[in-house]
């Protein structure tokens, strides 16, 4: 369930809503609609506290552990005054929460809010008696925003929380290092490595799948096996080719970090089955059992924790696996994956080994919920509160989630779960594509460096990779739209990842170090993410215009209403000593900033305006 909020210009009324056709395959819902109108008549700036929202959000303050309330602030003149600054909101205000049940021990705070605007700010607050559980707060509240002027008319919201802060898994929010981070790593490695070849449009990954699903010459993974490899190898031979002696986790770990990326998520077994840690005895299809006899999930995390420990470590597993006979045994089959061993692409009669398979083992207990526990409590994975999990299916989620949540909890640690290991997601995962409009809550786009896969593909040509440029503006846009950046790199069988693609990371990483400002620990702007090439992001005190074109004839031009004000100051980022204190004016209401040419020069990429609120 989805909620979406936009403002509707005062300057162009709104005069109908548009609902997509009811024959549509996938379905709309509409369980709510709200108008609220602007104040027409208001002859000072107001705001108004739209919505009071209990979060899982939590920090130690004090040695007292807080929750954040998200409260939504908004100026309710019509967008049609913003020409007026005396009905601007301008701050500093504090935002404090009380009521019977709770106190603010850390208000949020509120520099600027233009006619039409909206923002969000964090209260955090604890209980106020030791009766009360923490994060089990009721009742209702009060809102006060308060400032060293009384120019604000409504300054109260009075809001029910009869159900605020249930820390049960099924209402998990997402971290605040996490909303934070932004951009991740994302790294598809494995025995599909060692062929590691796709059809463009297709997943290298899905291999030994896709040589299955048509066994027929008209299906390019079958022709490209046989004419690669023969009739007589079938895809497990791959485990004693699978010989990573170029694989250096210090490499891989500073190569994420010089990307500018602030979290990795390792695939530590894909739906082959073939995991890359100690699988103990779970199962014994795993590189610690068999092939190298290494553990490369330890390698890693061990490399990132010395490294580069402020990086965040996360963990993908696939929760069904294709052709594993104990998931079938045990009735988990489902669709397309029934859970059975894998007829020969060449010779139906013959059944395929599934290598390493320990027999008399529950499919979901014995080796889906162990393994997601190894990873959990063995590899203090952080990303995966469950591991970053994929496919669904039958699964135990909710009992893992159940102890592990509080586990890491217990070590202050704050984990997050994605929307692919069952029914308690914490974030949606759009897979090769994105949201083209803010979406309030949080989500993640994962795609591959590779425009059609995520793991490596021999029958990418270098320039066919995506471009830096690319990788940035998709970066940009998603964090404008409230989303996090999930990158894809797919090493080759023997630990490298190719050098192609770490040139575009590493010019990726360079403007990051510059500009990072305005993509890091930024919010949305909810008036609009975008206007042609320009992409906007915020803070509670700074304002961002990134610009996709190089800035032409020493002008920038902002074709909207940002909120700018007498006395800001607007650099241009690594544009060095000449991007600093830019002039500015504003013509029809309309943002102009000066930009030397020796400023722009000095940047690639991207343009990133940094406004710092006077």
Same mark, same amino acid.
């Given at each position: 369930m989805y909620h979406w909020s936009a403002g509707v210009r005062s300057d162009s009324p709104l005069v109908s809503v548009t609902l997509p056709e009811s024959h549509w395959p996938n379905h709309f819902?509409?369980?709510?609609?709200?108008?609220?109108?602007?104040?027409?008549?208001?002859?000072?700036?107001?705001?108004?506290?739209? $919505?009071?929202?209990?979060?899982?959000?939590?920090?130690?303050?004090?040695?007292?552990?807080?929750y954040a309330l998200e409260v939504t602030l908004t100026n309710p003149l019509p967008s049609s005054n913003i020409a007026k600054s005396e009905l601007w909101v301008k701050g500093p205000y504090t935002v404090s929460v009380g009521g019977d049940e709770l106190k603010t021990v850390l208000p949020g705070v509120v520099d600027r809010i233009m006619p039409s605007d909206e923002v969000r700010v964090k209260v955090w607050v604890v209980e106020t008696s030791p009766s009360v559980p923490a994060a089990a707060f009721g009742g209702r509240v009060k809102v006060k925003v308060s400032g060293e002027t009384d120019r604000v008319t409504e300054v109260f919201g009075d809001f029910d929380l009869a159900k605020a802060f249930d820390p049960s898994p099924a209402t998990r929010d997402t971290p605040e290092w996490w909303d934070d981070a932004k951009f991740g790593i994302f790294i598809h490695w494995g025995l599909y490595s060692v062929p590691g070849w796709a059809p463009k449009g297709w997943y290298a990954a899905w291999y030994w799948w896709w040589m299955h699903k048509w066994p027929n010459p008209d299906n390019g993974f079958w022709r490209y096996h046989k004419e690669h490899y023969g009739t007589d190898v079938v895809y497990d031979d791959f485990i004693e080719e699978f010989k990573p002696s170029q694989f250096n986790a210090s490499e891989w770990i500073d190569i994420f970090g010089e990307s500018g990326?602030?979290?990795?998520?390792?695939?530590?077994?894909?739906?082959?089955?073939?995991?890359?840690?100690?699988?103990?005895?779970?199962?014994? $299809?795993?590189?610690?059992?068999?092939?190298p006899k290494r553990d490369f999930i330890r390698e890693l995390f061990d490399a990132a924790k010395a490294e580069r420990p402020e990086m965040h470590r996360g963990t993908y597993i696939s929760m069904p696996e294709?052709?594993?006979?104990?998931?079938?045994?045990?009735?988990?089959?489902?669709?397309?994956?029934?859970?059975?061993?894998?007829?020969?692409?060449?010779?139906?009669?013959?059944?395929?080994?599934?290598?390493?398979?320990?027999?008399?083992?529950?499919?979901?207990?014995?080796?889906?919920?162990a393994q997601m526990n190894m990873l959990a409590y063995d590899y203090d994975t952080e990303i995966m509160a469950s591991p970053w999990c994929d496919i669904g299916g039958p699964n135990l989620t909710n009992e893992f989630a159940e102890g592990w949540y509080p586990y890491a909890e217990s070590q202050g640690r704050q984990v997050v779960m994605n929307n692919r290991c069952g029914d308690i997601p914490q974030f949606d995962t759009p897979e090769y594509t994105r949201f083209s409009s803010i979406q309030t809550v949080k989500w993640e786009t994962s795609e591959g460096i590779d425009p059609h896969c995520y793991a490596y593909n021999r029958a990418t040509k270098p320039e066919e990779y995506k471009s830096a440029r690319t990788v940035l503006h998709?970066?940009?846009?998603?964090?404008?739209?409230?989303?996090?950046?999930?990158?894809?790199?797919?090493?080759?069988?023997?630990?490298?990842?190719?050098?192609?693609?770490?040139?575009?990371?590493?010019?990726?990483?360079?403007w990051l170090k510059h500009s990072g400002d305005c993509v890091y620990g930024t919010k949305y702007f909810f008036p609009g993410a975008e206007h042609h090439d320009l992409r906007?992001?915020?803070?509670?005190?700074?304002?961002?215009?990134?610009?996709?074109?190089?800035?032409?004839?020493?002008?920038?031009?902002?074709? $909207?209403?940002?909120?700018?004000?007498?006395?800001?100051?607007?650099?241009?980022?690594?544009?060095?000593?000449?991007?600093?204190?830019?002039?500015?004016?504003?013509?029809?209401?309309?943002?102009?900033?000066?930009?030397?040419?020796?400023?722009v020069e000095l940047v690639e990429l991207a343009w990133a305006f940094k406004v710092e609120y006077a």
């Open positions: 819902h509409l369980f709510s609609l709200s108008l609220v109108p602007s104040d027409t008549h208001a002859v000072r700036p107001k705001i108004s506290v739209r $919505r009071v929202l209990p979060t899982t959000k939590w920090r130690i303050i004090d040695g007292i552990k807080a990326a602030k979290y990795f998520v390792l695939v530590t077994k894909h739906h082959d089955g073939f995991a890359l840690f100690d699988t103990k005895d779970s199962t014994h $299809r795993s590189s610690w059992h068999l092939g294709w052709y594993n006979p104990d998931s079938g045994a045990g009735g988990y089959g489902f669709g397309d994956w029934p859970g059975q061993l894998a007829h020969n692409a060449f010779d139906y009669s013959k059944l395929e080994p599934y290598t390493g398979r320990v027999p008399g083992k529950d499919y979901l207990r014995d080796q889906q919920l998709s970066l940009i846009d998603i964090v404008s739209k409230n989303g996090n950046y999930l990158i894809g790199l797919g090493p080759t069988a023997d630990g490298i990842i190719v050098e192609p693609v770490v040139e575009r990371m590493l010019d990726v990483g360079k906007f992001t915020q803070t509670d005190s700074t304002f961002c215009i990134i610009s996709f074109e190089k800035p032409q004839d020493g002008q920038l031009r902002v074709g $909207r209403d940002v909120p700018v004000m007498n006395g800001d100051k607007i650099s241009l980022l690594g544009g060095g000593k000449a991007g600093e204190d830019l002039k500015w004016h504003l013509e029809g209401g309309k943002l102009v900033v000066d930009v030397p040419d020796e400023a």
